[in-house]
């Protein structure tokens, strides 16, 4: 009589590779969806509003996603009685704060950082906090113990991100407290993945995950705008014709692609494996659109490509057994 081990470690690596092709899919989508919404803010002058405007899009498309589906209405309206019942953590429902401290350090350190460098450090926070995420047994996958190739991996994965975006030209001054601004929100969008992933297992349904993510990531946004409006003197810009600028407001609904691929994803990747896979379709995506959708100051060059090749090292790495 044959063992039943080998098949279900089969459809184990299945579950793995199949989840991997939705992240590097997920994101190939970030690389599209940031060129968009940095098309948008520069149209308006303010990045923390053309996030505000993305989010509010995407939450619009996801109402009407669960609103059209009585599965995902079952589950949403479920949600309290899962907090209530001590089945799904409170604090699980806030990985939406991580997209708007994400943006909101970006509009306020990119100026001082440079893109590269403000890049290099998010990721540098994405990855380590991740290793922590997964010790931590934070997110749905459980428990993921700290080894020496998962560290490998992680610092890696910034070394690659270091020799892509350095290619381009280093600006900026590194100024230790927004490179620590940067840190923490690259950090927090490891407890992100984490939080949709266990929102999604509870609920079974990766777009109640995101609507929660949008819902409370708008929210937040919102509270940033009004102290920007109130405070900093800014002024909420005109936004561009949808009629002449119809593709500047994709990026809520690409968000939305993203939030409920990782939601759906990180469960059986794990947070750092998660994070190394979405950082090689991000960068697979950014060389795609330099070859295919050029703009002022892309370069194809030797930098990105090793930055690609190094990234699929550190992504092999940590889908190393986890003995290891």
Known sequence: MTSGAPAGLAVNQRARATSAGVAF???????????????????????????????????????????A?????????????QVRGGRLPWWTLLGGLAGAAYVSAQSVTVAALGVALFTVSTVAGQTGMSLVVDR???GPGGVVHVTAVRVVAAVLAT????????????????????????LVAGAAVAFQAAFNGRVSVATGQPTVAALVNFVVGLSALLVVMALLLSVGGKQWGAP??????GWLYLGGPLG???????AWSVRALGVLLFSLVVIAGQLCGALLLDVFAPTAGSDVGTGLLVGVALTASAVGLAALPRRL
């Open 25 to 67: 899919a997920a994101g190939t989508v970030v690389a599209v969806q940031s060129r968009i919404n940095g098309a948008l803010g520069t149209a308006l002058g303010d990045g923390v509003q053309a996030a505000t405007i993305s989010f509010a899009l995407g939450l619009l498309v996801l109402v009407a996603i669960v609103a």
């Open 240 to 245: 561009p014709s949808i009629g002449s600028h």
């Open 159 to 182: 070394v690659a991100v270091a020799v892509a975006a350095g290619s381009r030209g280093w600006s900026g001054d590194v100024a230790l407290g927004y490179v620590g601004m940067a």
């Open 136 to 138: 931590a047994g934070i």
């Open 256 to 262: 939305v692609v993203f939030v409920v691929s990782a």
């Open 69 to 81: 589906r009585s599965d995902a209405r079952m589950a949403f309206a479920g949600l309290r009685s």
